[in-house]
């Protein structure tokens, strides 16, 4: 007798099935609308674009280990792009150049652990942005402002959509609460960003958090940083990073030393520096994948890709 058996889904099945899923022309159209509302506003504002960067000698060496990714070419190694933050803070050494942005892909080779978190890929695009002598509370609002500017856009440009994917139309905010890091940790425990979150009903602002030596420490209070996070509520965590930076030489090295980044690998950028040439500037960069996540109430960020990039999961295209 013949007995039928179910062939298990290869990856090629998994794949087509991501691809073929009946909502991803939508939140597709969703995210369009949060890149064209931004080139905008950027644009209303008077801030200049670049180009993204694929591969540099130096690039953010990050707060939490991945994968290396870097090549060899013409007698040096490259790193794919993980954030432009040094390019940013180079960039803005022009002066004529005042305010710039770039829609920016990066490549974070996660480790598996950051496989279900529902909030990353190893591949994804961030929006970053950074200002020549303006300070946290600018780019906070700005950030606030885009915001209302994106939402606005999207209700005015495809409500239907919203509808069927998030249940209503987004919400224009007021100011968003700001917490510091260290308060919300001792009242929640160490889960306190994703419990906040959860509790949440508008977005809020996370400040303070020990990173990356280019995120300024207070000068006034040392062992706090001018740095802020902005964190999605009901449940969707972290959605932009930014800070104040460092740009003195002595403070760069002090601060590198502190967190163990090569001074080797940062010659060049530490030279620029030492040459008194880096301005003072401050930042931020959000997630685009996420910030479609937020709006389209989706379960996982790599329901907002066309071909998975969630870490470790196979994929063959
Ligand atoms: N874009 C972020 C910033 O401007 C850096 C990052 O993505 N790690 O601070």
Wanted: glycine share 6%; hydrophobic share 40%.
């Amino acid at each position: 007798m013949e007995t039928q058996t179910v062939a298990a889904p290869t990856v090629l099945d998994a794949t087509l099935d991501h691809l073929r899923r009946a909502s991803l022309a939508k939140v597709l159209k969703v995210q369009q609308g949060v890149v064209r509302a931004t080139h905008e506003f950027m644009f209303q504002k008077g801030l200049t674009q670049l180009m993204p960067l694929m591969l540099s000698p130096i690039t953010d060496p990050l707060n939490h280990g991945v994968v290396d990714a870097t090549i060899g070419y013409a007698e040096q190694r490259w790193s794919l792009t993980k954030s432009m933050i040094f390019h940013k803070q180079l960039a803005l050494v022009n002066p004529e150049l005042e305010g710039i942005y770039i829609v920016s892909p990066n490549v974070r080779l996660e480790f598996a652990d950051r496989a279900g978190t529902g909030r990353h890929l190893f591949e994804f695009t961030q929006v970053d942005f950074e200002f020549k002598g303006k300070d946290r509370f600018y780019v906070m609002e700005f950030m606030e402002e885009l915001v209302n500017f994106i939402f606005a856009r999207l209700n005015k440009e495809l409500p239907e959509v919203l509808l069927e994917l998030r249940g209503e139309l987004l919400p224009q905010y007021e100011k968003w609460p700001v917490y510091r890091t260290e308060k919300l940790e001792a009242a929640y425990g160490p889960e306190y960003e994703k419990l906040k979150s959860e509790e949440a009903t508008e977005p809020f602002w996370l400040l303070n958090h020990k990173r990356e030596f280019y995120d300024k420490e207070d000068p006034v209070k040392h062992g706090t940083y001018l740095n802020y996070d902005v964190i999605w509520p009901e449940g969707f965590g972290e959605g932009l990073s930014g800070g104040e930076r460092e740009h003195e030489y002595k403070q760069i090295l002090k601060r590198m030393d502190e967190v163990g980044t090569s001074q080797e690998t940062f010659r060049h950028y530490l030279e620029v520096a030492k040459s008194g040439l880096l301005p003072r500037t401050a930042g931020a960069g959000f997630g685009v994948e996420r910030m479609t996540r937020f709006i389209c109430r989706l379960k996982d960020v790599d329901e907002a890709t066309v071909f998975s990039r969630k870490p470790f999961a196979s994929t063959i295209f």
